[in-house]
């Protein structure tokens, strides 16, 4: 029993005030804002770096045709023009941006030159583990498993994002 396992720990249950609320259900009061938090908050900056990096790196071209020539699949809205010429973003753009925007982004990085190849392997390891862990956090359900890809995805993040 529940009794029986908290003896067996020693630990103690600690009462929750929402448990004894009429209609509330402490499991559902914080639900994290995807749209706000990910989206708006990490993706915009990762935005912003990537479009610089681009730039500097003479690629923001092909990265544009690669990202007005991805065809559409099911539940994805396809984007329809080049990245540069998106002037606002909604959610459900927002929502596309982290599906597609680590291969469109391998894809314009493609071919570096000799003393391009360390910063673009950098650059691909800080966008792949930011959109894997928007990707990862989004789960119903964390384990220990998963929550440790998220801290493994936050380490390699921080390491590789000076590359911007």
């Not at 989206?39 to 681009?54: A, K, N, P, S, V």
């Not at 990265?63 to 396809?78: K, R």
Request: aromatic fraction near 16%.
């Amino acid at each position: 029993t529940v009794e029986d396992w908290f003896d067996s720990t020693s630990a103690r249950p600690v009462p929750c005030i929402f448990w004894d609320l009429p209609h509330v259900e402490a499991y559902d009061l914080h639900r994290p804002d995807i749209l706000h938090n990910i989206y708006i908050g990490m993706f915009d900056h990762l935005m912003t770096w990537i479009e610089g990096f681009l730039q500097r790196h003479g690629k923001a071209t092909v990265f544009d045709q690669i990202w007005s020539n991805i065809p559409p699949y099911p539940d994805f809205y396809h984007p329809g023009k080049a990245y540069r010429q998106v002037t606002q973003w909604s959610g459900k753009e927002m929502r596309n941006f982290g599906r597609i925007i680590y291969p469109a982004f391998a894809a314009a990085l493609h071919n570096p030159l000799p003393r391009q190849r360390v910063v673009f392997r950098k650059a691909l390891a800080c966008v792949r583990s930011l959109v894997y862990w928007s990707l990862v956090v989004q789960y119903r359900i964390q384990t220990t498993e998963t929550l440790n890809y998220l801290a493994d995805y936050l380490e390699e993040f921080h390491a590789t994002k000076d590359v911007f």
